[in-house]
């Protein structure tokens, strides 16, 4: 039997991180899906509060280097060492937050994974000077990356990359997959058109997130549906300022902030909505959309990148102007007030979620894994 291919993955945050997005939902789907495939992944991440040093999560196995302050240049360090004394095969780059620029000092091939890139949006997220940094590192990408293949999730990455100068020959596009290991994909869920009239959010609390948008637009809802509920589901830095919005607006008691759920008490509260919004400045892809989607709830979500790619406008849901808070309560209302639209809508998200699957993305990511080790 061969020998598994050794892959180092570099990414701030591990599955079990506080603040775990997208890019570790991605991470923790394909790494089992992968180590049948003949690859065992190691990654280096960050420590948080009464983490252990070193740990398997799942089929990943995670090694964690300290505080954020320390982390960047440990796990370089790390990455050189262990990469020239033979450890690893290859080396996978997660960029989510900070560059690591890994192709400068490892000894075996880089593969790029770029979920998304922040740009100006930093400066809605982090102070400034955070925000400057972040925004000089991806300036450099192009300059620092020029051999490096890249994998993307969506086409609006793709394009953003090839704007930055980023050669499109070097980008492969592989989709990410619908729900998860731990749930089935929904089925049989109650038919849109007779739920409750629910909203919901789902997704970390984050400034860029632009939660507040979703409860604006309800505030401007409830004289005309007066059992109109909220759900906002998921945690972050945000949750706080959005409870002291929604006692402001008024609908601080027909809103329900559920903090962190797991994966099947989150398919049973979507599958109780009949809407979910996305007021996001920018996504790489919208993996909470599919998520919706595959549950049978269409989704409302501001016409950005990667959100224009998740969401096929006034098929699964809408796409609005962002920040615009009248044309999310319009497009959040129809669909609450048209039960044919509904009904059509959830079972076009529902077929359209199941266009995307993990295991179609390991096969890709296996074979992206491939190439770069025998170009080495």
């Known amino acids: 039997m061969a020998e598994p291919t050794r892959v180092l993955v570099l990414n701030e945050r591990d ?56 982390y960047y240049p440990r796990a ?40 998304h890139l922040f740009g100006r949006t930093a ?11 972040v925004v000089a590192a991806e300036y450099a990408i192009p300059t620092f990356y020029r051999r490096v293949p890249f994998v993307v999730g969506s086409p609006s990455t793709r394009d953003d990359l090839v704007a930055r100068g980023i050669g499109a020959e070097r980008i492969r596009l592989i989709h990410y997959g619908a729900g998860s290991r731990e749930t089935a994909t929904s089925t049989a869920a109650t038919p849109l058109a ?23 637009a309800v505030a401007r809802l409830t004289d005309r549906f ?20 929604a006692r402001e607006l008024g609908i601080a008691d027909r809103t329900r902030f559920t ?8 398919d049973a509260l979507l599958e109780s909505s009949r809407v979910c919004v996305c007021p996001s400045t920018k996504e790489g892809w919208g993996l909470t959309v599919i998520d919706a989607n595959s549950c049978g709830v269409p989704v409302v979500a501001s016409d950005v990148p990667g959100l224009r790619d998740s969401v096929r406008d006034a098929q699964t849901g809408f796409l609005v102007p962002d920040t615009d808070v009248d044309a999310f309560a319009e497009r959040i209302g129809r ?25 179609q ?13 025998r170009a080495s």
């Open 194 to 216: 007779q739920r409750k009239q629910r909203v919901c959010y789902l997704g970390r609390l984050e400034p860029y997130k632009q939660v507040d948008v979703m409860l604006r």
């Open 335 to 359: 669909l609450l007030d048209d039960d044919d639209l509904a009904a059509r809508m959830g079972d076009d998200a529902r077929a359209w979620s199941r266009r995307f699957d993990w295991d």
């Open 123 to 133: 400066f809605l997220q982090v102070p400034w000077p955070v925000a400057a940094t």
């Open 361 to 373: 993305a390991a096969d890709d990511l296996a074979d992206s894994l491939r190439a770069v080790k």
């Open 259 to 266: 903090g962190f759920v797991s994966d099947a008490e989150r």
């Open 76 to 115: 370089a360090y790390r990455c050189a060492r262990e990469t020239r004394r033979g450890h690893y095969d290859v080396v996978i780059e997660v960029l989510a937050k900070l560059p690591f620029y890994a192709s400068l000092y490892s000894g075996v091939p880089v593969l790029a994974i770029c979920h």
């Open 226 to 245: 007066p059992d109109v509920e909220v759900l906002v589901i998921g945690r972050g830095i945000e949750q706080p300022r959005l409870e002291a919005v």
């Open 15 to 70: 599955p079990r991180h506080p603040k775990a997005g997208g890019a570790e939902v991605h991470l923790a789907e394909l790494a089992p899906r992968m180590r049948a495939r003949g690859f065992e992944f190691t990654q280096l991440a960050c420590s948080f509060r009464d983490s252990a040093a070193e740990e398997r999560v799942d089929d990943l196995h995670v090694v964690r280097l300290g505080p954020l302050p320390v």
